[in-house]
Structures are given as C-alpha cells and as structure tokens.
C-alpha cells in the first residue's frame, strides 16, 4: 500500500443507537503511518465512532462509509474486522480468571497472525522487546488476564496486546484514563512503536492532551454534536487545554449528542448498569469467530517463555 493510499477512510458516517442519531456526518481519512486522535467532550459520539469502527451490533449505521484499504468494513462480522487487522484497545478490559497471559498471548497471535507468527525465536524476542518497551516484568505472563490488575498494568497489557498482534488499525478507546505521568509516558512509548516507520495506523480517541504530548498524533479531529467541528495538529490539543471546548459550542447543534450510555425506554439506573456491564462482556466474545474460535483454555505456559 502506498503512503497516499487511506488506511482507513470514513465518508458522511451517519449512526445512532435506539433511533436516536449520535454521529451526523463524520468525515476521517488515516494513512499508513500516521496517527489520529479524536477529542471531545462526554457524550459528543467519540465512543460512537470506535463501536462503529469495530461493529458492535447495538449500534446502526444510518448512512456513509468506512473502509479499512478500500474494503467495506461495515459489510464485515466483529472477528472478521479483527482477522482484517482492526484492533481495538478496550477502556474498561475484562478480567478472565484462569488464563494466563503469556497463553492468551500466544492464542491471539495465532489466532490473528497465523501459527507461524506465534511460534519459534521471532515470537519471543518481540515479546521480550514489547516487555521492555512497556517496563512489564516476566513475571507478568504468569498471571490470570486481568484479574487482580491495576489500572495501569491493564492498559499496559491492552498496549502489549498492540505490539505483538501488529494490526493494521489501532483504535485506542480512553487508553490514557486512570493513568498517571509516568504511565502516560510509558503507554505512549509503546503506541509510537508499534505505529511510527510501519504502514499500520491509530486513532486515540481522549479526553485530554497529557498523553497527545508524548504521541505527537499527526492530527486532531474535534467532535462535538455528532460532528467533527475542528482539525488541526498537535497545537490544537494544547489550545483545548487551555481554552475547553466553549469556543467551538457555536459551531454545535443546539440539540446536541445523546450518549451511548442514556436510560432506554422503562429502564432504571440498575437497568442500565447491567446492560452495560453484560453487553461489554458479549462484546469481547464477539471479536473472536466460530469457525475457529480462539481456544481460551488453561494450559502450561512453555518454559522457554519464561526464562529471564
């Protein structure tokens, strides 16, 4: 693919949820190598976009394009989009007691890259570089996935994740929330090497600039209203901080968005936590396919892998 060719190309993008529309009209294209960040306020359809991108099935594509090198991701399953190179960094991962890292490791390497790419010399010194890239110990690959993690261990492992499936496509989803300086830094780190000198992408979608210091993206895109209200590059995040986002409200429907996360219809506040809370899990359960699942079973970890 040429550097002028779109990695990802979104046209006149027009989605909703429930009958209420949330993205009206976006407009994105990404080239091999670049990274994007999206900002916005809560509720302005950030969340909207990466769920739209993935395919999760809640959510309706009224009218526009997606294309990931010139194919029609929206006619594409979740797992298929995935095996196609899309990944995405989860805001809130889940925890699967029983399976250790270093396995689950392996399995999704496999299961998106080939038995080849997860086998052998190649596999465990890009393993050990993305180790010491994200300042993760060894002892690491020995724990249950997620269970037990800090926040911060759980984005580094979501970054990891990043490093050895090599995706065409990084959606990172609020990958700097909860983090302080120091994992700010580190995260950005293994961001800018797995995307920077390659012909992948990534689109950071974020509430702050603290960690859009360290990427440097190559642009910024600010959504309000369901709409992309401004572009610019790494000087616009530095303006947003210092100005919020009231300078742009003129350029907003009055109406405004209506967040992913709204009370449906005879739905109460418990109602809404556990919708939430069950169609996250579903979701992660949908990026792996029938008809070759991706084998979450406990099994030793070899112990070569281990090995200091």
């Given at each position: 693919?040429?550097?002028?060719?779109p990695?990802?190309?979104?046209r006149?993008?027009h989605?909703?949820?429930?009958?209420?529309?949330?993205?009206k009209?976006?407009d994105l294209?990404?080239k091999?190598?670049?990274?994007h960040a999206i900002m916005?306020?809560?509720g302005?359809?950030k969340?909207t976009?990466?769920?739209?991108?993935?395919?999760h099935?809640?959510f309706e594509?009224?009218?526009?394009?997606?294309?990931?090198?010139g194919?029609?991701?929206l006619?594409?399953?979740?797992?298929e989009?995935a095996?196609k190179?899309?990944?995405?960094?989860?805001?809130y991962?889940q925890?699967?007691p029983g399976?250790q890292v270093?396995?689950f490791?392996?399995?999704?390497?496999?299961?998106?890259?080939?038995?080849?790419a997860?086998?052998?010399t190649?596999?465990?010194?890009?393993l050990?570089?993305?180790?010491e890239?994200?300042d993760?110990p060894?002892s690491?690959?020995s724990?249950?996935?997620n269970?037990?993690?800090?926040?911060?261990?759980?984005k580094?492992?979501e970054?990891?994740?990043?490093?050895?499936?090599q995706?065409?496509?990084a959606?990172l989803?609020e990958?700097?929330?909860g983090l302080?300086?120091d994992?700010?830094r580190?995260?950005?780190a293994?961001i800018?090497?797995?995307?920077?000198?390659t012909d992948?992408g990534?689109?950071?979608i974020?509430?702050y600039?603290?960690?859009?210091?360290?990427?440097q993206?190559?642009?910024?895109h600010v959504?309000?209203?369901?709409?992309?209200v401004?572009?610019g590059?790494p000087e616009?995040a530095?303006?947003?901080?210092?100005?919020?986002?009231?300078?742009?409200d003129?350029?907003?429907e009055?109406e405004g968005?209506?967040?992913?996360?709204?009370l449906?219809a005879?739905?109460?506040?418990e109602?809404?936590?556990?919708?939430?809370?069950r169609?996250?899990?579903?979701y992660i359960?949908?990026l792996?396919?029938?008809?070759?699942?991706?084998d979450?079973?406990?099994?030793?970890?070899?112990s070569?892998t281990?090995?200091?």
């Amino acid at each position: 693919m040429g550097r002028d060719t779109p990695l990802l190309e979104i046209r006149n993008l027009h989605a909703g949820i429930d009958d209420v529309s949330i993205l009206k009209g976006i407009d994105l294209v990404i080239k091999p190598g670049e990274i994007h960040a999206i900002m916005g306020r809560n509720g302005s359809g950030k969340t909207t976009a990466a769920n739209i991108i993935m395919g999760h099935p809640d959510f309706e594509v009224e009218q526009g394009d997606v294309l990931l090198s010139g194919e029609d991701l929206l006619e594409l399953e979740p797992w298929e989009r995935a095996r196609k190179g899309v990944f995405l960094c989860f805001q809130y991962p889940q925890a699967v007691p029983g399976l250790q890292v270093g396995n689950f490791l392996r399995k999704s390497v496999a299961s998106i890259r080939g038995k080849e790419a997860a086998k052998g010399t190649e596999f465990r010194n890009t393993l050990k570089d993305a180790l010491e890239t994200l300042d993760i110990p060894r002892s690491f690959l020995s724990r249950y996935v997620n269970d037990g993690f800090s926040g911060g261990e759980k984005k580094r492992f979501e970054i990891l994740q990043l490093l050895l499936l090599q995706p065409k496509l990084a959606v990172l989803d609020e990958t700097d929330s909860g983090l302080d300086i120091d994992g700010i830094r580190i995260v950005a780190a293994g961001i800018n090497s797995a995307i920077r000198g390659t012909d992948s992408g990534a689109l950071i979608i974020t509430h702050y600039s603290r960690i859009l210091e360290h990427v440097q993206p190559d642009k910024i895109h600010v959504l309000m209203g369901g709409r992309i209200v401004a572009t610019g590059g790494p000087e616009l995040a530095t303006k947003l901080e210092e100005r919020g986002y009231e300078w742009l409200d003129s350029k907003t429907e009055a109406e405004g968005p209506v967040p992913y996360t709204h009370l449906r219809a005879h739905e109460t506040r418990e109602d809404l936590v556990c919708r939430l809370l069950r169609e996250k899990h579903n979701y992660i359960c949908l990026l792996y396919p029938p008809p070759t699942p991706l084998d979450l079973s406990p099994s030793p970890l070899p112990s070569h892998t281990l090995q200091h």
